[in-house]
């Protein structure tokens, strides 16, 4: 199992839910400076660690083998679950940490122009949401930052089992034949926005419902939206993949790059999505076609 050859904080609050783990690439096959893959940790948005990237019985970590392998440094963070933070907190911390590592680029040896974001799950949501708000001019969605801070757009991003839609997740386990509720879902949306849906008018819940879906920046974002690559099972009972089928098709509408991969029968965070290494060459050959455009 691979150790991080650094670790640290990517804010000024040195805390661990706002901290990172750095691999460097195994190779230069793709450039020196390396790009940047930041990798974004999974967990209903209330539990999960960065350390998922070292090793997980999932083989989640066989993605962070393959784009070092392929050039790519990699970038395993925390952010500040629900119960720690309501959003919009977690869209804040990701665009600090691509900001951090793009104002550090020469002491990380990366290229600050091709920083690119992937996740799983709640990680696929923020990867999403990372693709669709770059520099927003609402600071409600971009947090606090310095006036003279960097850019917090990502080149592309890889969305694994994601959530574009917190409105109708429930819904679409329906329309897919899946039971409406799930176990492991336990409340993770009205932990994150602070209400069930739809929320008490006037509320910051109502705000935090009304901005978290990365679908409605597909369908309605002027400044653009990054390419996108998603990756979804078939049986995936918790987020039905037609939550990556939905804004796949917005994005292709609007001729902007994407992929959808659908894998046959795999449920949520099957670790038969990451068993396939042709599945994620793909995905990196993918990534690395956005580097040399």
Not at 43 to 61: C, L, N, Q, T
Not at 71 to 96: C, M, T, W
Not at 115 to 132: N, V, W
Request: glycine share 8%.
């Amino acid at each position: 199992m691979a150790t991080a050859t650094h670790s640290g904080f990517y804010t000024d609050h040195r805390d661990t839910s706002r901290s990172y783990d750095f691999y460097p690439p195994l190779s230069v096959s793709v450039s020196s400076p390396a790009p940047l893959l930041i990798y974004i940790h999974g967990g209903a948005w209330r539990f999960g660690d960065k350390e998922v990237a070292r090793f997980s019985p999932s083989g989640v970590h066989k993605l962070r083998i393959e784009f070092t392998q392929a050039g790519f440094a990699v970038a395993s963070i925390n952010y500040r679950l629900s119960h720690e933070a309501k959003f919009p907190a977690q869209l804040h911390d990701v665009k600090a940490a691509v900001r951090f590592f793009r104002t550090n680029a020469e002491h990380f040896n990366i290229d600050p122009a091709h920083i690119f974001a992937a996740g799983g799950s709640a990680g696929g949501h923020l990867t999403m949401l990372l693709a669709g708000t770059a520099n927003h001019l609402d600071k409600y969605l971009e947090g606090e930052k310095a006036e003279d801070a960097p850019s917090s757009a990502i080149t592309a991003g890889l969305s694994i089992y994601g959530v574009s839609d917190l409105r109708t997740i429930f819904d679409d386990r329906v329309a897919l034949g899946m039971p409406y509720d799930h176990p492991e879902d336990d409340g993770a949306e009205w932990r994150l926005l602070g209400s069930t849906y739809p929320a008490p008018t006037g509320t910051a819940a109502e705000k935090a419902w009304a901005s978290a879906h990365p679908l409605d920046y597909a369908q309605t974002a002027t400044t653009g939206y990054a390419p996108l690559y998603l990756i979804h099972g078939t049986g995936d009972t918790c987020v039905p993949w037609n939550q990556s089928s939905k804004i796949h098709s917005v994005l292709q509408r609007r001729g902007i790059d994407t992929e959808l991969v659908l894998v046959d029968g795999a449920e949520h965070g099957d670790s038969a999505i990451y068993a396939d290494a042709h599945r994620l060459e793909r995905a990196v050959a993918w990534a690395q076609k956005h580097i040399e455009e």
